[in-house]
């Protein structure tokens, strides 16, 4: 799960144009992230994502294209990765798709009872409400900081649970008050790795197509299931 995750996960949420300068604490950020959440529909964005290892001191860059779409209750997610090692993943429902079409295979990977997690993660505060992040995290104001020209409320996320915490020491979100809007991201490990994740070109409750929450397979696809 710690691979996927490092390859799929996101992190920003929506708000509301009036929240700005509300967002100078704490309470202010999360309730412009709780009214963008009212409103949530849809979301798209370009985004890279620099994955930084430690031990051989080395970064791998990946880019592309990000959708969400509310689904009832749910939020689901695709990330189309358009990097030399192209890969397209999808999160709906109860399932998360892997979609390497070099290769032309799908891995699937079914959350269980982790599901709450895989959606921690993976569709972390899109259209989700800003409070609800004091459900799984620590919640800390961290300041307001500038962020490729915006100034950003900086939040410190650290996990409750133990077993999320052995994978992140600490999630860092950096929000726009505007619009409720989280521009960049780190997750750090306790191993000392990390990702940082940029986001640019950011769309809010724009007509996304539903083809871009299909994976687009062969006749000859194999599907691997690791955990069955």
């Given at each position: 799960?710690?691979?996927?995750?490092?390859?799929?996960?996101?992190?920003?949420?929506?708000?509301?144009?009036?929240?700005?300068?509300?967002?100078?604490?704490?309470?202010?950020?999360?309730?412009?992230?709780?009214?963008?959440?009212?409103?949530?529909?849809?979301?798209?964005?370009?985004?890279?994502?620099?994955?930084?290892?430690?031990?051989v001191d080395d970064h791998d860059y990946q880019k592309g294209t990000m959708?969400?779409?509310?689904?009832?209750?749910?939020?689901?997610?695709?990330?189309?990765?358009?990097?030399?090692?192209?890969?397209?993943?999808?999160?709906?429902?109860?399932?998360?798709?892997?979609?390497?079409?070099?290769?032309?295979?799908?891995?699937?990977?079914?959350?269980?009872?982790?599901?709450?997690?895989?959606?921690?993660?993976?569709?972390?505060?899109?259209?989700?409400?800003?409070?609800?992040?004091?459900?799984?995290?620590?919640?800390?104001?961290?300041?307001m900081e500038p962020i490729d020209g915006v100034n950003a409320a900086k939040?410190?996320?650290?996990?409750?649970?133990?077993?999320?915490?052995?994978?992140?020491?600490?999630?860092?979100?950096?929000?726009?008050?505007?619009?409720?809007?989280?521009?960049?991201?780190?997750?750090?490990?306790?191993?000392?790795?990390?990702?940082?994740?940029?986001?640019?070109?950011?769309?809010?409750?724009?007509?996304?197509?539903?083809?871009?929450?299909?994976?687009?397979?062969?006749?000859?696809?194999?599907?691997?299931?690791?955990?069955?």
């Amino acid at each position: 799960m710690k691979t996927l995750i490092s390859i799929a996960v996101v992190a920003w949420v929506l708000g509301c144009a009036t929240a700005g300068l509300q967002a100078q604490s704490l309470e202010g950020a999360l309730n412009a992230m709780d009214q963008a959440a009212a409103n949530f529909r849809t979301a798209q964005c370009d985004f890279v994502w620099d994955q930084y290892q430690k031990v051989v001191d080395d970064h791998d860059y990946q880019k592309g294209t990000m959708y969400f779409r509310r689904q009832g209750n749910d939020v689901q997610m695709a990330a189309d990765i358009t990097s030399l090692d192209k890969k397209y993943v999808l999160f709906t429902g109860n399932l998360v798709s892997v979609y390497q079409p070099a290769i032309d295979q799908v891995t699937e990977y079914n959350p269980g009872k982790n599901k709450a997690d895989f959606e921690s993660f993976l569709v972390l505060g899109f259209g989700g409400r800003g409070h609800d992040l004091e459900k799984s995290f620590n919640v800390s104001y961290a300041g307001m900081e500038p962020i490729d020209g915006v100034n950003a409320a900086k939040l410190e996320l650290t996990p409750k649970s133990p077993r999320v915490k052995g994978m992140f020491q600490t999630i860092t979100l950096w929000i726009d008050p505007a619009r409720g809007v989280s521009v960049q991201q780190r997750f750090s490990e306790p191993s000392g790795d990390y990702r940082i994740a940029k986001y640019s070109n950011i769309q809010i409750n724009h007509k996304i197509s539903g083809d871009v929450f299909k994976l687009k397979m062969t006749g000859h696809t194999k599907v691997i299931r690791p955990n069955g």
